[in-house]
């Protein structure tokens, strides 16, 4: 296949980088932000959600911003993090704060980090391809990143997720860089820039996501397959600094109630499952049944294929997906059986058209999903014999892939079992082996163009080109905030009515006047969420942070008119509406 020269590889990278960017940044702030953004917001501010740690503000009969922003301790950053967010995600909010300190404080800035994270992927995973495989499959890989609908998702979320998966695929970039050093019997000389590049990954990785765990239990079986033994020492020692950081956090810092949190989630989660697992505040949450379980799971392995996106939740009945499969084995029989490649192009063609395409007159609906499907068999099927061509590095290399693209999953899998419920069944905690089966497509791709039966390579683009349909509807669907998948949200959001407030309030407020916000009844589900209140104080701590630090704006409580945010104005006693957030409080 033809390689690309390493200037050209920079250009085209540069490309790719900028049309990741249009993505990301498309959109990014027009819709609200929803609870646990909520949530990222005041913990980086050191303010827990509901105010336990700010009574001295909402005990008063009525306070200002300059009250509610008043300095923040240590000790209260450790207290939003641990009420706020179970004490997870430290090194995340440590940046964010310290990102809004430069950029100001905006649903678009905090977004924006995220996206700068999603960005770095893109470039990081170039860089693991490139020198792992092939400036070819580097290449691909990242422009298959660039317009993964998971990747552009989680990057318009202010949240870790896109910071996390940066950091595990950097901490997996070193550990491979340093496993291969080890095997390399002819050098003299241990170099240590890898072993310090993977203790600072590593150290920071459970600092931003507790789940990264499922990351060390990957590496972890690699290295026990593919490192000797009187090897593992300096590697040991390596992960033992780095895991210091994360048990200094959970013993002496902000992470102290953690494991009550989680444990307390976890009974709640699963009395929610077998009593109500339609009708609670979480979604929905089904018992860990086998077939419960396989469902949850299989749009999480399916998902991971960008050529497979979507197929799991759209393909139903089972005669057509028996025929799907049927038809995939078949084609793929085909393009193996040497009798076939000795007829005429015109009559291979024909077949294979019959084969492949003509199902779709028997498919009950969604036929193309189902042609999809059997095109995807074919795909998977070349995985066997790249592998076996492959070097014995490069085997090792691909080995690597397989492990890290399948361990997160299946820890997810053995937890829900353990746990009795389906609620961590969900690709966000498994998205750190995207980065690895893109590599396997990467692969796959290059793999499709130098095969010698044009009419499969001219088979294969089509139902790709029909792939990139779908996937452009998936994003069209996030984009327009109606994607339960991705966005969480079926219908749109509208634009977040607290910055709205904010804004209306720095332009109508007189000295004089009063800003008043709705308190509904709170509802506690969990001890760490008890403050010292019988209502929310959400929407005057989710407006006053867009309002300027040092106003002296006078606000209230109301309990009465639960749903408005209202200024009276002294003058002429007329009580204005700045916001009416009924089916607003996402």
Request: net charge positive; charged share 15%; glycine share 6%.
């Amino acid at each position: 296949m033809y390689s690309i020269s390493k200037n050209r590889s920079w250009i085209l990278l540069s490309v790719i980088l900028a049309i990741g960017a249009l993505l990301r940044f498309y959109h990014l702030d027009t819709y609200s932000i929803f609870f646990d953004e909520k949530s990222t917001m005041v913990v980086s501010q050191g303010i827990v959600l509901e105010g336990a740690n700010q009574k001295a503000v909402f005990t008063q009969p009525s306070f200002t911003p300059s009250d509610f922003w008043e300095p923040k301790s240590v000790a209260d950053y450790y207290e939003a993090m641990t009420r706020s967010d179970i004490g997870n995600s430290p090194f995340y909010y440590l940046l964010l704060h310290l990102w809004m300190d430069v950029f100001g404080l905006s649903d678009f800035s905090a977004r924006a980090l995220s996206v700068v994270f999603s960005l770095l992927i893109i470039g990081l995973t170039f860089l693991f391809a490139r020198r792992f495989f092939s400036v070819n499959t580097a290449l691909i890989a990242a422009a298959i990143v660039a317009i993964e609908p998971f990747f552009i998702a989680y990057s318009h979320q202010a949240r870790n997720y896109s910071l996390t998966f940066f950091l595990a695929l950097l901490s997996t970039y070193f550990l491979l860089r340093i496993v291969e050093d080890e095997q390399d019997i002819t050098r003299k000389r241990r170099n240590y820039g890898p072993y310090a590049g993977y203790l600072i990954a590593s150290f920071l990785c459970p600092l931003s996501h507790f789940l990264t765990v499922s990351v060390f239990l990957a590496q972890g079986i690699y290295v026990l397959f593919f490192l000797k033994a009187r090897k593992w020492l300096p590697l040991a020692v390596t992960v033992v600094l780095a895991m210091s950081g994360i048990c200094w956090w959970l013993v002496y810092g902000g992470g102290q109630w953690t494991l009550h949190s989680l444990d307390h989630q976890a009974k709640e989660y699963r009395r929610v499952a077998e009593l109500m697992p339609y009708d609670n505040p979480y979604g929905i949450i089904l018992p860990a049944t086998l077939g419960n379980v396989f469902v949850k799971s299989l749009p999480i392995f399916s998902d991971l294929l960008i050529f497979a996106n979507g197929l799991a939740d759209a393909l139903s009945g089972k005669k057509n997906l028996i025929v799907s499969l049927f038809v995939g084995f078949s084609i793929t029989g085909l393009y193996h059986f040497r009798g076939f490649r000795a007829l005429s192009l015109t009559v291979r063609s024909l077949l294979l058209a019959a084969l492949s395409i003509g199902p779709v007159f028997y498919y009950s609906e969604s036929k193309a999903q189902f042609v999809v499907l059997s095109v995807a068999v074919l795909l998977l099927s070349f995985l066997p014999r790249i592998h076996r061509k492959a070097s014995e590095r490069k085997k090792r290399r691909l080995w690597l892939l397989y492990i890290m693209a399948t361990v997160p999953t299946l820890f997810l899998i053995l937890f829900a079992f353990k746990s009795g419920h389906t609620y961590g069944l969900t690709q966000r905690y498994s998205g750190f082996s995207f980065p690895y089966v893109i590599c396997w497509i990467g692969l796959l791709l290059q793999y499709v163009g130098r095969m010698k039966l044009p009419e499969f390579r001219v088979l294969i683009g089509i139902v790709l080109l029909m792939q990139a349909g779908f996937v452009g509807i998936r994003l069209t669907e996030f984009y327009g905030d109606r994607s339960v998948k991705y966005g969480y949200f079926a219908e749109p959001r509208d634009p977040n009515p607290y910055y709205a407030a904010a804004q209306r309030i720095q332009l109508l407020y007189q000295p004089g006047d009063t800003v008043f916000y709705g308190a509904p009844p709170i509802r506690i589900f969990n001890e760490m969420d008890r403050t010292f209140l019988p209502y929310s104080v959400q929407d005057a701590q989710l407006t006053n942070l867009y309002l300027p630090k040092d106003a002296a704006y006078v606000q209230v409580m109301d309990t009465i008119r639960i749903d408005k945010i209202i200024l009276k104005q002294k003058v002429t006693g007329d009580l204005l509406e700045l916001a009416d957030l009924t089916d607003k409080r996402y």
